[in-house]
């Protein structure tokens, strides 16, 4: 019985686990409770970064909230509205006709990557390397150099002009 009961709960642990690794524990240079995220973040926001929600396409709003960095087009950094750590640069942003901010490039160092199982797809999740918050998807279908597609939420970034 003990065998069945231990291999039942490993077997759920591990469910859990693969189904949705952003609820695994990681360890981020900034890390606050969700109280704290909660206070530091509009509701929308707080929904995106720390509860992997999305925006409406071309909109780019959530939650009666609205973003504009899908139509902004002046030099600078798109950073994390979490931490204001930049991910990327203006230079890499490109018109992908999916109605979300999108890039070919991020700052390397600055963004990192897990799987995500949306339903049964398995998708890349992007996310911001010093605080964790979910910032969207890449996919394969972008334009040259790299052929990645940065599909991220508006929400989730605050541009700073040159």
Request: hydrophobic content about 35%; charged content about 25%.
């Amino acid at each position: 019985m003990l065998n069945r009961r231990r291999f039942l709960i490993s077997s759920f642990v591990f469910t859990i686990g693969t189904i949705n690794p952003m609820k695994c524990l990681a360890a981020f240079e900034i890390a606050y409770s969700e109280k704290t995220w909660r206070k530091l973040l509009t509701p929308a926001q707080f929904a995106i970064l720390r509860k992997w929600k999305t925006e409406r396409p071309f909109s780019n709003s959530l939650y009666g909230e609205k973003s504009d960095l899908l139509r902004e087009d002046r030099e600078g950094t798109y950073n994390c509205v979490g931490c204001d750590l930049p991910l990327y640069e203006s230079k890499t942003k490109y018109d992908s006709g999916t109605g979300w901010p999108s890039f070919w490039a991020p700052i390397t160092v600055n963004v990192n990557y897990r799987k995500d199982w949306y339903f049964v797809k398995l998708l890349t999740e992007a996310h911001c390397n010093r605080c964790g918050g979910h910032l969207g998807h890449v996919f394969d279908d972008g334009p040259k150099p790299t052929g990645k597609r940065h599909c991220i939420n508006g929400l989730a970034l605050i541009f700073r002009e040159s």
